[in-house]
């Protein structure tokens, strides 16, 4: 594997994943508070009031991470945190808490990149319609600004949003996220207002931090077809539409795909489509989160007569996804061929399968580190054939609260005892700190 002499090597986190602390030091409720807090949403009942205990235990991690030698952590604000009720009222403990980890980091001697939503919402402004409401944008802009002037004067590297396809159609169409919503209008909307609040949050964060890079995350699967059928194919075609061409266009061409919009029509409604040229602001990089690949055959079903097929292997991960890491090498090229984004980074990748316990001091994880080498080598072949490919985030630094699998799936190359919250490594982190260095 070759990569630049600049290639950056972190891993990422979450806050509602990791930091836990519950409602404490004046943060407010957030979606995923509430979500987890309702009967019957997460798995065996689980929520991120505990979860890896980051809020008091960061100088601990921060302390794993220079062990293993990372170079760069990407990491989450939560947006309650610092602004109890999604507007208005500053909480100055949860800026002090960011100001105190964003210090450490750079003590050690690793790049902080902020991601400002992943997810958590404060649950006051979803009670005021939260992305479904046009005033959402403002809303996120607001806040983007308020942390940029906060932490600019440390913090280069900036990605707005993480996964706006998640927050919208698994937060409103299928239910599976928080707020739990099952309204494709809904949805749509949700994805409108985050494109929006993307493009008006960009040039205030460069206002405040004039030398900042700043980008936006998306999750992208690699799409194939069941068969060579040309039902299978225009699956593939829709499903690609679905997922990344409906915020990729907006990104870099400032229009929706036309293809989805007819598909989808009636659950547009209400939707100015034209005003996403908005979208369209210059970027810095892309962040590509990639996990497996997606294979589409042609349903009856509506709205986008979609099946995702499974192939008769046992190369799938704990959670279903398949481990294909060829995808990501091809996706890398597709994406430098059609939209040509100044610099890509993987933001996330990574593998949940059953670890076992600790033994001597270490968690023998082979699968997560034969699954992280097969991606690394992947990335390296992107490069070779052009790519501007510029760091690599491992998904995840610590096994954490993993949504609506609660704890109950483990993506960590550190191990987590949610109990003790004793860490422990793993052997794929001791993989992960022989690439940086060179080693493997």
């Given at each position: 594997?070759?990569?630049?002499?600049?290639?950056?090597?972190?891993?990422?986190?979450?806050?509602?994943?990791?930091?836990?602390?519950?409602?404490?030091?004046?943060?407010?409720?957030?979606?995923?508070?509430?979500?987890?807090?309702?009967?019957?949403?997460?798995?065996?009942?689980?929520?991120?009031?505990?979860?890896?205990?980051?809020?008091?235990?960061?100088?601990?991690?921060?302390?794993?991470?220079?062990?293993?030698?990372?170079q760069a952590y990407r990491f989450s604000v939560s947006w309650p945190r610092v602004l109890p009720a999604g507007v208005g009222a500053i909480n100055p403990a949860g800026l002090d808490f960011y100001d105190?980890?964003?210090?450490?980091?750079?003590?050690?001697?690793?790049?902080?990149?902020?991601?400002?939503?992943?997810?958590?919402?404060?649950?006051?402004?979803?009670?005021?319609?939260?992305?479904?409401?046009?005033?959402?944008?403002?809303?996120?802009?607001?806040?983007?600004?308020?942390?940029?002037?906060?932490?600019?004067?440390?913090?280069?590297?900036?990605?707005?949003?993480?996964?706006?396809?998640?927050?919208?159609?698994?937060?409103?169409?299928?239910?599976?996220?928080?707020?739990?919503?099952?309204?494709?209008?809904?949805?749509?909307?949700?994805?409108?207002?985050?494109?929006l609040g993307h493009g008006k949050a960009v040039p205030l964060i460069r206002s405040a931090v004039p030398d900042a890079k700043v980008g936006i995350t998306l999750n992208i699967n690699y799409f194939d077809?069941?068969?060579?059928?040309?039902?299978?194919?225009?699956?593939?075609?829709?499903?690609?539409?679905?997922?990344?061409?409906?915020?990729?266009?907006?990104?870099?061409?400032?229009?929706?795909?036309?293809?989805?919009?007819?598909?989808?029509?009636?659950?547009?409604?209400?939707?100015?489509?034209?005003?996403?040229?908005?979208?369209?602001?210059?970027?810095?990089?892309?962040?590509?989160?990639?996990?497996?690949?997606?294979?589409?055959?042609?349903?009856?079903?509506?709205?986008?007569?979609?099946?995702?097929?499974?192939?008769?292997?046992?190369?799938?991960?704990?959670?279903?996804?398949?481990?294909?890491?060829?995808?990501?090498?091809?996706?890398?090229?597709?994406?430098?061929?059609?939209?040509?984004?100044?610099?890509?980074?993987?933001?996330?990748?990574?593998?949940?399968?059953?670890?076992?316990?600790?033994?001597?001091?270490?968690?023998?994880?082979?699968?997560?580190?034969?699954?992280?080498?097969?991606?690394?080598?992947?990335?390296?072949?992107?490069?070779?054939?052009?790519?501007p490919l510029k760091g690599y985030f491992v998904w995840s630094l610590l096994d954490n609260f993993e949504w609506a699998y609660g704890y109950s799936r483990r993506f960590g190359v550190v191990y987590v005892?949610?109990?003790?919250?004793?860490?422990?490594?793993?052997?794929?982190?001791?993989?992960?700190?022989?690439?940086?260095?060179?080693?493997?």
């Open positions: 594997m070759k990569f630049p002499d600049q290639f950056l090597w972190g891993a990422a986190t979450a806050s509602y994943q990791i930091e836990g602390g519950g409602l404490e030091e004046g943060r407010g409720e957030c979606i995923w508070h509430r979500f987890s807090h309702t009967p019957g949403k997460v798995m065996n009942g689980d929520t991120g009031d505990v979860a890896c205990d980051h809020l008091h235990r960061y100088r601990e991690d921060v302390a794993l991470m220079s062990d293993l030698g990372l105190r980890l964003v210090d450490g980091l750079l003590e050690a001697h690793i790049q902080p990149f902020v991601t400002l939503y992943h997810w958590d919402l404060p649950q006051a402004l979803q009670d005021r319609g939260g992305w479904e409401n046009p005033d959402s944008v403002q809303w996120f802009a607001d806040y983007a600004a308020l942390m940029a002037g906060r932490l600019g004067d440390r913090v280069k590297d900036w990605i707005t949003l993480n996964e706006p396809w998640v927050v919208a159609f698994m937060g409103n169409y299928t239910g599976d996220h928080a707020p739990g919503k099952h309204d494709l209008s809904a949805a749509y909307k949700a994805a409108h207002h985050q494109l077809a069941a068969t060579d059928s040309e039902a299978d194919q225009l699956a593939v075609q829709r499903q690609d539409g679905y997922v990344a061409r409906w915020f990729l266009d907006p990104l870099y061409k400032g229009c929706y795909p036309t293809d989805i919009v007819e598909l989808v029509g009636d659950a547009l409604e209400g939707i100015d489509l034209d005003a996403v040229r908005a979208a369209a602001v210059p970027t810095d990089f892309l962040g590509l989160n990639y996990y497996t690949r997606n294979t589409a055959a042609y349903s009856q079903e509506e709205p986008l007569h979609i099946d995702l097929v499974k192939h008769d292997h046992d190369r799938y991960t704990e959670m279903g996804w398949e481990i294909y890491p060829d995808g990501l090498r091809k996706l890398l090229i597709q994406l430098h061929q059609d939209y040509a984004p100044g610099a890509l980074y993987i933001t996330e990748n990574g593998a949940a399968f059953e670890d076992p316990a600790p033994t001597d001091g270490v968690v023998e994880d082979p699968e997560r580190a034969a699954y992280l080498n097969a991606h690394f080598e992947a990335a390296s072949q992107a490069i070779e054939a052009g790519v005892d949610f109990e003790t919250q004793r860490r422990v490594l793993k052997r794929s982190a001791l993989y992960l700190r022989d690439v940086i260095q060179g080693k493997a």
